[in-house]
């Protein structure tokens, strides 16, 4: 909103004196019974049962107060600080590998002018997208086995015999980075397509008219517009990412607990919870995570001018 | 909305929706009934008593023939059948939902049946001071002549500090399957010790590469090979304590053998239960110790090695040389009643049923019944089918000799070992070099689970 706007809002407004509070008219009626939805759900099913978790940290099993007990227990546990690494890892190959892949790949399909082809490409990438979470891992349990695989060829290229090579830990984080990118990084290639067709055409047309060839426009103009998108996919997909959970607990099960069933940080949580039956530390786990993932969020606001208005 | 954030907003949905019901439950639970458990004559606190009220009865897939012939057989009780997985391949769903009933305090089933060994462990402790879900049975709710009938040390993984918490439904007792008709060709002996056994491995991996003689792919590989080596690896001590020690020289026996086969190709690090498995090696199992399920589930299974009838044997379980044979064991389910029940009548009635009536154990069992008097009829029975080119008694002297120095505890041994060892043998490292990590990984997995580790 420009600062006209503003001004010529509030001279309309104040020309409108008279009722000092408008009677409710239908339409804010409607938005309310429209929000009123979402805000009761989010009432119900996030913001209470944070606090309810809040509430879980800082007590024991008798509901007395723990301090921080449930917090140092987390922390001292054997599984933590594995976890957190195989966590970090993760996130550092699939972020890089979002990042880089959707930009460029996003910049390739808009370059693209024949019509048919741009559109076919964006359904592709979108396509696994819209496999739900843990049907589009119990998929990649087939590709995994070199014997199942309609890849296998692939696999023992690369010296992989068996399912358990392929699931070396060493391998998991780049596992589970391509499952993620795989089925998520098609919907964001859509949303920056988007982003680029807002890019005012006369901007482009005058980079090329002094001269710049597609490279440099992408490099000098799309990216740099892209910037907050780039940042608003960064801090998405971090949040998600921190919360690994499905994909490795399925392949958990399905290698008999060969991945095991204590490998991110939200499983360790879930271990706590349901079979050691320490709600407590559970919920200690995951306000940390949460606390985590505010506290990188803050930086990719911040840095990728998230917040920052024209 | 893309997919990041639309799994991101499922996720924190499913855990809210999980608070939500805690909490509801949790409130709900306030207001319940306030009639409390009294003292019982069993020896656990009990509820008033209902001759008449329906019972729940948990089991997984396969069982559900047992809850069957219990219908047909008592008609006169009613009971409601609710299927769910049988806490299998770790899902440990039994124990989950139990404390969360504990929550609530309300909504126990009756009875539940239950794959694993280690659920006495927990259902007999109190859980923040919750009543124990597993009731009593040797305080005279199951008549003592039932429990003596089952065979010796088959009700082991049921009993905490001499208290008798489920009934065991068939024994999974380790023994040596081996393909005679291939060992007739070969001109080979069946091995007696687990030296000869080594030996003949190393003979089969020169003169007829590709048959193996065992996996260490599976879970259960330290419970078929460590456990009848007398590896001090999991000895419960108590409800709360065990030893570990993997270091013995019995742990290091089975360790170097298994080294020397796996390193020759005659015992790969490949699970019977993968389609790779079924691809290299149907019709190349010369011989492979194994539960006594292996029969059914592997050898005798078109989706399997599909052995023709006529060549599958059975032999003891190879002993170390001067020592009297023990052998593991590899599950076996397990029938809990609930110490919460309305009908405790009804509930035993039903796991007597299920445990020893001939009605299930010996028409339609697939595993070897622990109750004694029906693993000799089942053994007769399956005997009498053909399919086996000797006769079980290998099977039957095997399940009274399972060493009871493995015990039960709540943490499961084959979780351990499949993210520890199975890996650290994919990537070549020697199990007995493995064995102080193996040692590390059982002691942290203990403690974490409120054992004293000695």
Redesign the interface.
């Known amino acids: 909103m420009t600062l006209v706007d503003r001004t010529a809002r509030a001279a309309a407004v104040a020309t409108r004196r008279p009722p000092a509070r408008p009677p409710a008219t239908r339409d804010s009626l409607l938005s309310y019974g429209l929000i009123s939805g979402y805000a009761v759900l989010t009432l119900?099913?996030?913001l209470?049962?944070?606090l309810?978790?809040v509430y879980l940290a800082f007590t024991d099993?008798?509901g007395g107060f723990a301090g921080l007990a449930n917090f140092t227990k987390a922390v001292g546990?054997?599984?933590f600080w594995p976890a957190v690494s195989h966590v970090a890892l993760y996130l550092i190959i699939w972020l890089v590998a979002l990042v880089l892949l959707v930009t460029v790949l996003a910049v390739i399909v808009h370059a693209i002018r024949v019509r048919w082809l741009s559109r076919t490409l964006r359904f592709v990438f979108y396509l696994p997208?819209a496999l739900a979470?843990a049907s589009s891992v119990l998929l990649w349990l087939f590709v995994l086995?070199?014997?199942?695989s309609p890849v296998g060829g692939l696999l023992r290229l690369f010296g992989f015999d068996?399912?358990?090579?392929v699931?070396?830990?060493g391998n998991l984080p780049v596992i589970f980075a391509v499952i993620a990118f795989w089925?998520?990084a098609?919907?964001?290639i859509?949303?920056m397509y988007g982003a680029l067709n807002n890019i005012s055409a006369e901007v482009i047309e005058a980079a090329r008219v002094d001269g710049a060839n597609a490279v440099q426009i992408a490099w000098r103009i799309q990216l740099p517009m892209l910037r907050k998108w780039i940042a608003y996919?960064s801090m998405?997909?971090l949040?998600?990412g921190t919360?690994l959970?499905?994909e490795p607990q399925l392949l958990?099960?399905a290698?008999?607990?060969?991945?095991?069933?204590d490998y991110s940080l939200n499983q360790l949580a879930y271990q706590y919870a349901?079979?050691?039956?320490d709600?407590n530390t559970a919920a200690a786990i995951?306000l940390l995570l949460l606390v985590v993932a505010l506290a990188l969020s803050a930086v990719f606001v911040t840095r990728g001018g998230l917040f920052e208005r024209e | 909305?893309?997919?990041?954030?639309r799994?991101?907003s499922?996720?924190?949905?499913l855990?809210?929706?999980?608070?939500?019901a805690?909490?509801a439950l949790a409130l709900a639970g306030c207001g319940g009934d306030d009639s409390g458990p009294t003292a019982g004559a069993y020896g656990f606190p009990q509820v008033a008593q209902d001759d008449k009220a329906p019972i729940t009865v948990w089991v997984d897939a396969d069982r559900v023939k047992a809850a069957d012939a219990f219908k047909k057989a008592h008609p006169e009780v009613p009971i409601e059948v609710v299927t769910y997985d049988g806490s299998a391949?770790?899902?440990?769903s039994f124990?989950?939902k139990i404390?969360l009933f504990?929550r609530t305090q309300s909504g126990w089933p009756d009875v539940v049946f239950s794959t694993q060994n280690n659920d006495a462990a927990w259902a007999s402790q109190q859980?923040?001071?919750k009543q124990a879900f597993a009731a009593v049975l040797n305080g005279g709710l199951v008549p003592q002549e039932t429990l003596d009938n089952f065979t010796p040390g088959a009700l082991n993984p049921c009993t905490v500090d001499g208290k008798v918490h489920c009934l065991r439904n068939d024994l999974a007792q380790v023994v040596l399957w081996y393909n005679k008709a291939l060992f007739d060709r070969f001109g080979y002996q069946v091995p007696g010790t687990w030296e000869e056994y080594r030996a003949l491995g190393e003979k089969v991996a020169g003169e007829h590469p590709g048959h193996i003689i065992g996996t260490v792919?599976?879970?259960w590989t330290p419970e078929v090979f460590f456990w009848g080596s007398k590896c001090q690896a999991n000895e419960i001590t108590g409800p709360k304590s065990v030893t570990v020690n993997t270091t013995t020289p019995q742990c290091q026996r089975a360790a170097s053998m298994l080294d020397t086969l796996i390193k020759n190709g005659t015992t790969p690090?490949?699970?019977v239960?993968?389609?790779?498995f079924v691809?290299k090696y149907a019709g190349k199992v010369l011989m492979m110790p194994g539960p006594a399920w292996y029969a059914g589930a592997i050898f005798n299974n078109p989706q399997s090695l599909n052995v023709p009838a006529g060549q599958l044997g059975v032999a003891p379980p190879p002993a170390w040389q001067g020592e009297e044979a023990v052998t593991g064991n590899v599950g076996g389910g397990t029938w809990f009643v609930s110490s919460h029940s309305k009908n405790l009548k009804a509930a035993r009635i039903f796991t007597e049923f299920v445990t020893t009536a001939d009605d299930y154990q010996v028409a339609l069992a697939p595993g070897y019944p622990a109750y004694g008097p029906a693993a000799e009829k089942w053994v007769t029975k399956q005997e009498s089918s053909g399919y086996y080119a000797t006769d079980l008694k290998a099977i039957v002297t095997a399940g009274t000799s399972i060493w009871p120095g493995w015990g039960s505890g709540i943490f499961?041994q084959?979780?351990v070992w499949?993210?520890t060892m199975?890996?650290a043998i994919?990537?070549g490292k020697s199990l007995v070099t493995l064995l102080p990590e193996w040692q590390t990984a059982i002691k942290?997995q203990a403690?974490?689970?409120g054992y004293t580790v000695g």
């Open positions: 119900a099913f996030g209470l049962p944070a309810y978790a099993a008798t546990d054997f599984r997208g979470g086995d070199p014997t199942a068996s399912f358990v090579q699931i070396l830990p089925t998520g098609g919907g964001w859509v949303i996919m998405m997909s949040a998600a919360q959970f499905v958990s099960q290698s008999n607990a060969v991945v095991p069933n349901f079979q050691q039956n709600f995951s | 909305m893309v997919r990041s954030s799994a991101r499922t996720r924190s949905l855990t809210a929706l999980g608070g939500v805690v909490l391949n770790g899902s440990n124990r989950t404390q504990d859980s923040n001071g792919g599976d879970a690090n490949v699970s239960f993968t389609p790779e691809q499961s084959e979780a499949a993210k199975t890996p994919a990537e942290n403690q974490v689970d």
